[in-house]
């Protein structure tokens, strides 16, 4: 993608796309599964589940009587395995930190909750980078669904062709080409490389700080 006067705003995903968040999901998941008697998951298992919100992740693997006690048991783990075993994906505070000194606004539009979001957000300390943060539980729709993503750009009284959105799964790409967004995926979430072709983004890159090199 060439350089363009018209690019105002960048809007990233979270987890996969800037952060390493896995092992403490994969902690957090396996310790609510022992905690009420079901099996735990292999951590590949759970990655492929993981990217349309905490409740979903669990959902389909225990009663659906047991989702709200699930859902609570791996929330208050999750406060404390977030800060524990959470990095940043390398490169991506010299990503930031180079997007901000060029005049970008940047953005995170993700499935988590807003308060698991803001943990990382604070506990990484890209605080300073980020101009608006919004999560799964503003909007109606979560992701795959454009909702979320077209907020954003009103937030900001923009157009589709002043945004672009960074994200690592097919649920992004899709996302963005509902909202009319050009979309770029990073290889780090739970789709597999042909999941994400099919959904057609502008661009796929091995890692977020090859973003540099195609703004």
Aim: with cysteine.
């Amino acid at each position: 993608m060439r350089k363009s006067k018209k690019l105002k705003l960048i809007i990233f995903d979270l987890d996969g796309t800037l952060v390493d968040a896995y092992p403490a999901i994969t902690r957090s998941f396996n310790y609510t599964m022992k905690k009420m008697g079901y099996p735990k998951q292999d951590a590949e298992v759970i990655r492929r589940a993981v990217g349309w919100g905490d409740i979903n992740l669990i959902k389909p693997f225990i009663k659906i009587q047991d989702l709200k006690r699930g859902i609570s048991l791996y929330r208050k783990h999750h406060r404390i395995s977030l800060t524990r075993y959470s990095r940043l994906l390398p490169g991506a505070e010299r990503l930031l930190k180079a997007l901000k000194k060029r005049g970008f606004l940047l953005a995170i539009a993700s499935n988590r909750p807003t308060q698991f979001s803001w943990i990382l957000i604070r506990h990484l300390r890209l605080k300073k980078y980020i101009d608006f943060v919004l999560c799964a539980d503003k909007p109606q729709n979560i992701k795959p669904h454009p909702q979320i993503l077209n907020k954003i750009r009103l937030r900001f009284s923009l157009v589709p062709q002043e945004i672009l959105y960074v994200g690592d799964m097919a649920i992004d790409a899709r996302a963005g080409r509902r909202a009319k967004i050009k979309t770029v995926i990073v290889r780090g979430g739970s789709s597999t490389k042909e999941e994400i072709r099919r959904e057609r983004p502008l661009r796929i890159m091995r890692r977020i700080a090859d973003l540099l090199k195609i703004i």
